[in-house]
Structures are given as structure tokens and as C-alpha cells.
């Protein structure tokens, strides 16, 4: 069986443990679309978030306690910078993470593709899983908004008249590294998007998978991006493997990270079904089969969409394969189904 999954940094890294220890049990096969939207050049330098949230944990370097990051790190080259001044100084690179953009830049600027070059990093870090960038062109996603351009404390941040000056665009970066997503915000723009190819081997990847999954990750700032660019809504859209994605919402709260935040620029509620509205039914031209809750959002109804409530809490691998399981079992029977009605 092959597996496509959509995803983004952390929690999405989390969900491909699952992923990969499903896939050895069962001899699957597991790519992973990975977002780009993060992205962004510091001090010279390519940095690319999500890929490499994924492949440290993947590779086991992550560093546990963060969630993001290496093990172990160190931060000299960060307190050089700070002395000298160098900006920006609200975003911090490790001693050990800054070797991987290293190589990444140098790579990229000698005309490799980041697709190939994901690929030369993995070859260290044995992911288990194949990781696919979702394009190889530029890709930022950018966060209008409005406010002082210096860091405020949540509350003068948000009132509009502490705003200090009209509309903007900031890196998402900024925007939540800097200032915590507490600027008042307007919408996200994926710039580049319309030009952007998918990746090598992304369209591929989806038209031979059985099985595509969305993984547990913002559905705004990191799966978004991925269906921005030109080609990949599509491919899924009128492939024939069935898509069912994995709220990233419990309750009404994100199980990690800002999505709440996020999904209430775009007006849209924090829950279960609010996610998978926005994702919308493939019977309405959405993305989705089958939407798979927790059993406190059991009671979740999207139109034209599967509702299935299995335990969502990533605690450990064996949880989270347990939840990977559940999904592909609902494809495989949303494609049986769908079959069924073909030959009928």
C-alpha cells in the first residue's frame, strides 16, 4: 500500500512516527508532502522549518522537550550574533541546526533543487519515510497585518488603537516568532504559490497512492500552502485515492500550536467540524472522504464526509499508529464503497 501524507512541522512530524511504525508492521509504503510555507532566509541562510521538524524527528535529533530543533544544541553562534547586533535577533539558530542550513544553501546556490536536496540531507538523518518539499520554487506564506513594528504585549497589540500605522505584510515568522501572533491580523498570503510547481515526484506520489492522509497539522498555515500550489488540489481532487484527513482540533482547543489562532482570522470556528468545513467534501469540491475526530467531538457532522471518532492523542508511537491505522482503514473503506457504487 502506498501512503501520501499532507503535512506540516511538529505535529505533523509526530503523526509520521505513527506513519512510518504502521508502515513497518505492515510493509506500506510512506511518502510525505511536506509544507514549505515557513520557509524563509536568515543571515544568508535557507531555512525550512517543517521539513526539518520532520526529518530530526524522524531521524531521532529532535530535541524532546522543545519539539522543535536538535538534541543537544548549543548556541555560541547565536550569542556572536546578538553581540554584534545582527538582525534579526527574535529568531535563534543552533550550533547543530545551523550545519544543516548550511549545507542546504550551499546546495541550493550551486542549482540543486530542494526536492534533491531534502533528499541528500535524509540520507544522514534514515527518515524511514520519503519526504517530498511541496514545491521546489519559492513559497512564503506572509501574514497581513497591522500594529506597532515592535514587539507588544498581547493586549496593546490587539487593540486597534494601539495600531500605530496601517496594513502590512511580514513574514509568518515574524508574525508568530517575533510577535506571538498578538498583532491584530487580517489574512495570510502564499506568496509565490501561483507560480509554483509541485515538487519532483509530488504529482507522482499522488497519482500512484492508495491512501492519501491529512495529517493533524495547521489547516491554514501549513496545509493550505500545500494545496496553493497549482496542480496539487487538483491531483487530489480527481485522483482516485481516497483522502481523509486528521483534525488537528479537540475539543475546542488545537492539540498543539496556533491554530485557534489562525482559523479565527479566516472566521472560522475552532473545532472539529469547522477544520473539516474548511477543507470542505470532495461530494462538494472539497478534499475530503473521511474526517476522523476524537471521541469528544463525537457528535461532529460534515456534509458528504465520513465521520469517524478514534482516539486523537499522538501520547506515543503506538497511539499514534493506532490513529494512522484507523485512517487508512477508513480509506480502504471509502474506497471499497465507492467502487461498490461504480460497478452498480
Not at 534514515?126 to 506564506?141: H, M, N, S, W
Not at 510547481?197 to 507522482?204: Q, W
Request: net charge negative; aromatic share 6%.
Amino acid at each position: 500500500m502506498r501512503i501520501v501524507v499532507l503535512t506540516g512541522g511538529i505535529g505533523g512530524a509526530k503523526f509520521l512516527v505513527g506513519a512510518r511504525a504502521y508502515a513497518r508492521r505492515t510493509g506500506a509504503e510512506v511518502t510525505a508532502v511536506v509544507n514549505v510555507g515557513d520557509d524563509v532566509v536568515l543571515h544568508g541562510l535557507r531555512i525550512s522549518p517543517d521539513l526539518d521538524s520532520v526529518m530530526y524527528t524522524l531521524g531521532g535529533g529532535a530535541d524532546p522537550e522543545r519539539g522543535w530543533g536538535r538534541v543537544d544544541e548549543t548556541w555560541t553562534v547565536k550569542q556572536e550574533l546578538a553581540a554584534y547586533q545582527a538582525e534579526p535577533t527574535w529568531f535563534g539558530l543552533g550550533d547543530r541546526d545551523i550545519a544543516t542550513h548550511l549545507v542546504r544553501t550551499t546546495m541550493l546556490n550551486a542549482g540543486y533543487p530542494l526536492s534533491a536536496v531534502t533528499e541528500a540531507l535524509c540520507v544522514r538523518w534514515q527518515p524511514g519515510v520519503r519526504l517530498l518539499p511541496a514545491t521546489d520554487d519559492r513559497l512564503e506564506t506572509h501574514v497581513v497585518v497591522s500594529g506597532p513594528d515592535q514587539p507588544a504585549d498581547p493586549e496593546s497589540a490587539a487593540d486597534p488603537g494601539q495600531s500605530g500605522g496601517g496594513e502590512r505584510a511580514i513574514h509568518f515568522q515574524e508574525w508568530w516568532v517575533r510577535h506571538r501572533g498578538a498583532l491584530p491580523t487580517h489574512r495570510f498570503v502564499f506568496v509565490g504559490a501561483a507560480e509554483a510547481k509541485p515538487a519532483a515526484g509530488v504529482l507522482d506520489a499522488l497519482a500512484a497512492a492508495d491512501v492519501v492522509l491529512i495529517a493533524p497539522s495547521n489547516p491554514v498555515v501549513s496545509i493550505a500552502p500545500i494545496l496553493a500550489v497549482p496542480g496539487i488540489r487538483q491531483a487530489l481532487t480527481d485522483g482516485a485515492a481516497p483522502v481523509v484527513g486528521v483534525s488537528p482540533i479537540i475539543g475546542d482547543a488545537p492539540v498543539r500550536g496556533m491554530a485557534d489562532r489562525c482559523l479565527a482570522v479566516l472566521d472560522v470556528p475552532c473545532t472539529a467540524a469547522g477544520v473539516a468545513g474548511l477543507y470542505g467534501g470532495r461530494g462538494d469540491g472539497g478534499l475530503l472522504d473521511g474526517w476522523l475526530v476524537d471521541p469528544v467531538d463525537a457528535a461532529t457532522r460534515v456534509d458528504g464526509v465520513e465521520v469517524e471518532a478514534v482516539p486523537l492523542w499522538m501520547s506515543d508511537e503506538t497511539a499514534t499508529a493506532a490513529m494512522v491505522e484507523a485512517a487508512v482503514e477508513a480509506a480502504v473503506r471509502l474506497a471499497g464503497a465507492r467502487t461498490g457504487r461504480a460497478a452498480g
